[in-house]
């Protein structure tokens, strides 16, 4: 069990992380299919607050491949899964150009509550803090436990960093698989959603070709290195 996993008894201070997050709303899952309940009853951050709902991983489990991304979009806090906006499409389409669909891998997220700031109508992402992310580390940990991975990839320098619990440069770490676990290892790669903001289009294309032979690769690491 972890430490986090008990409350105080008889109404003693609640444990807090360096930010002063109330660690409350932990627990150990069963099952993944626990989780939606339980990212939507999580207060450990302030994030749940403005957002629709939480946005717990979903797909294959167990799974040899975990993606994990950074954070729910406005698309994905109001349909509550994962990578079903903008850069969910062309995950998706890199994943097709892999030779693997969403539902042969697990998708998730460092962070399962949308942290955005509004404009008008309009609901702006914004990166979440370092407290927002350690808080959201235990249901991380949880899905990495339930889903048994041999190989995770973390989209982009948040992921990564969730994953580590410390900072990681993506140009420094990108596609060298690193051990994570006795069972598992780590790989970095990019966020697709940087994808969507190369605006030349030929560097558009050879970013994406990078990216799907990252996702190709890892799939033949995997193969090469059962467990
Ligand atoms: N970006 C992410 O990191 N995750 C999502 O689910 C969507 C966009």
């Known amino acids: 069990m972890k430490p986090e996993d008990t409350e105080p008894q008889g109404g003693g201070k609640r444990p807090q992380d360096h930010t002063g997050n109330n660690l409350t709303g932990a627990r150990t899952l069963s099952s993944l299919q ?4 339980a990212v939507n009853e999580c207060k450990r ?3 749940w607050k403005a957002a629709t709902q939480g946005v717990p991983g979903e797909g294959l489990v167990p799974s040899a491949l975990m993606l994990v991304g950074e954070g729910p979009g406005d698309s994905e806090d109001l349909r509550g899964q994962p990578f079903v906006g903008p850069a969910g499409g062309v995950l998706d389409q890199a994943l097709h150009a892999a030779g693997l669909d969403r539902r042969s891998v697990y998708i998730s997220n460092a962070v399962k509550h949308f942290k955005f700031e509004s404009r008008g109508k309009r609901r702006l992402h914004i990166k979440p803090s370092t407290g927002e992310i350690e808080a959201c580390r235990w249901w991380l940990a949880e899905e990495l436990r339930l889903v048994g991975p041999k190989l ?11 994953i580590l619990g410390q900072p990681v440069t993506v140009s420094q770490t990108r596609g060298v698989p690193t051990r994570l676990s006795a069972s598992a290892h780590l790989w970095v790669t990019i966020h697709p959603s940087l994808l969507l903001r190369i605006t030349d289009e030929a560097q558009r294309h050879k970013e994406f070709d990078r990216f799907v032979q990252e996702l190709k690769d890892a799939l033949a690491w995997i193969a ?4």
């Open 34 to 37: 626990e989780l939606r309940a």
């Open 45 to 47: 951050c302030p994030l």
């Open 152 to 162: 995770v990839m973390a989209l982009g320098a948040t992921a990564a960093r969730a």
């Open 224 to 227: 090469k290195n059962p467990s």
